[in-house]
């Protein structure tokens, strides 16, 4: 079973930034995209970002693009989440996603759409 670990989060100011990591314990993590998703309270799991197995591709929804940047590095099995110009919209549970299927180009920003799951990181954005 793959295990996804994120980390990173925590209490920023608004204008602030913040960088997530998420560790995977897949050693073929580099054939797999990844995907960044977001909860606030009392609303559904949202796509906020998504890299493909070599970084070469990334995507944004569009409440964060601009202030955003996913990366990673496949020697660490660690993907990124940098997010800048944070603002009390962004407060949400952050949840790192591992695709299950390998040497994959195309956006998926479904949640049905990733098969591991980490258990999530909080960040609070103050006014």
């Known amino acids: 079973q793959v295990q996804l670990v994120e980390s990173g989060g925590g209490l920023v100011q608004a204008g602030g930034s913040l960088r997530l990591s998420c560790v995977s314990s897949d050693r073929t993590f580099s054939s797999y995209a990844m995907g960044w998703f977001r909860q606030a309270p009392r609303k559904e799991r949202e796509f906020v970002a998504a890299?493909?197995?070599?970084?070469?591709?990334?995507y944004y929804a569009d409440s964060v693009e601009g202030r955003s940047t996913v990366s990673r590095d496949n020697a660490k099995n660690t993907v990124y989440l940098q997010l800048d110009s944070l603002n009390p919209e962004d407060t949400a549970v952050y949840y790192c996603?591992?695709?299950?299927?390998?040497?994959?180009?195309?956006?998926?920003?479904?949640?049905?759409?990733?098969?591991?799951w980490g258990q999530g990181t909080q960040v609070t954005v103050s006014s």
């Open positions: 996603a591992q695709r299950g299927t390998p040497y994959d180009l195309e956006n998926h920003p479904s949640t049905l759409e990733y098969k591991y």
């Open positions: 890299i493909s197995w070599r970084g070469r591709s990334t």
